[in-house]
């Protein structure tokens, strides 16, 4: 069996609701527009019932409610949004056994009452934010209640990159042209927001935090070099600040943090060097199977295929591939996806 830890969808009530909301539908909402299966269940469950021996854990994509939203209705929406993923997971367990919940650390307060709500009244398998808050990273004092609320919670935390064309690449340009913002944009703010994490001590003083990290964690398993023997050298570079105080107060060797502390899924776009580079940098029991369906060229199948394709091309022995299709997910989760 194959569960897909990390695909997209919007449910109807939600999909009609943001419809109506200004700004809600340009640059990357204007890609979700683009893709049925993303909204029409229907579409959705022919696509699912295509692959035999697989499953879909539900997420939702871009752009993050509160690039559209103000905080006093980020709540409602998350609610929302949640409300609908478990009446599809409660209609077909089978094709959808679990979902993940939607917050918004636009709301800390929020987020942390409807991550509780979510998991504990809806049976989420976790919660999903992003690498950051509207430009705000997410290491910020403002959320502490959100790591030590999730820690507590024992519930993974799926971070998806948030980057827009706003962010200009270099400085005297408005924007990002020709989708950098994307194509590069995203790997890298995963990478980031992982640095942070590590670096303003968030894992530190939450150690048994969950983090899975999407498309195998961007550009961090190409830089193993620079993270490794690289930031072992922190503070050798910096002059205006004391990094090798910091360094020498981590718990650990910052290249662990990467490999020990994150999870991270193999949806690389079908990219075979890709994912042999992801596998050889996380641990077997740190990845999840998951292929980010439905972005893809043909709207929802051919990430699947490839992703299924590229790992049974890599004679991966059977406890392996058991672990990264399934049973990693089940450990992390808490739930039994397959019996």
């Not at 879909?56 to 103000?70: A, D, K, T, W």
């Not at 971070?159 to 064309?165: E, L, Q």
């Not at 890599?314 to 397959?338: C, H, P, Q, R, S």
Request: with cysteine; charged share 25%; aromatic share 12%.
């Amino acid at each position: 069996m194959r569960i897909d830890a990390y695909t997209h969808f919007i449910p109807k009530q939600f999909f009609e609701a943001i419809e109506k909301i200004p700004g809600a539908g340009t640059d990357i909402g204007k890609r979700m527009r683009g893709v049925p299966c993303i909204y029409d269940l229907d579409e959705r469950r022919r696509i699912v019932g295509l692959f035999p021996d697989y499953a879909q854990i539900l997420s939702y994509p871009m752009p993050p409610l509160e690039n559209f939203l103000g905080p006093d209705q980020v709540d409602q929406f998350c609610k929302m949004l949640n409300d609908g993923f478990a009446e599809i997971v409660a209609k077909h367990p089978d094709q959808f056994p679990g979902f993940v919940a939607q917050v918004s650390l636009a709301s800390p307060a929020g987020a942390v009452k409807e991550a509780k709500r979510a998991i504990d009244e809806l049976g989420a398998c976790g919660v999903q934010i992003y690498t950051n808050v509207n430009g705000t990273p997410i290491d910020r004092p403002q959320y502490e209640e959100f790591w030590a609320t999730m820690e507590k919670i024992g519930k993974p935390i799926w971070i998806h990159p948030a980057r827009t064309a706003a962010r200009p690449d270099y400085v005297d340009e408005k924007k990002s042209l020709y989708e950098i913002w994307w194509t590069f944009g995203w790997s890298y703010e995963t990478a980031a927001a992982m640095g942070r994490l590590v670096f303003s001590k968030v894992i530190d003083r939450h150690p048994d935090l969950k983090l899975i990290v999407h498309h195998f964690g961007g550009i961090v398993p190409i830089l193993e070099g620079r993270i490794g023997p690289g930031w072992d050298q922190l503070g050798a570079r910096t002059s205006d600040e004391d990094y090798v105080s910091l360094r020498k107060s981590l718990k650990k060797r910052p290249l662990d943090y990467f490999k020990q502390n994150f999870y991270a899924d193999t949806a690389v776009f079908g990219a075979d060097a890709a994912t042999v580079c992801g596998l050889a940098f996380y641990p077997t029991e740190k990845i999840v199977f998951a292929s980010d369906c439905p972005f893809d060229p043909e709207k929802g199948t051919g990430y699947i295929r490839e992703t299924l394709r590229i790992l049974e091309s890599l004679n991966l022995a059977k406890d392996v591939k058991e672990k990264i299709y399934y049973k990693n997910l089940e450990t992390i989760t808490g739930k039994k996806f397959v019996k």
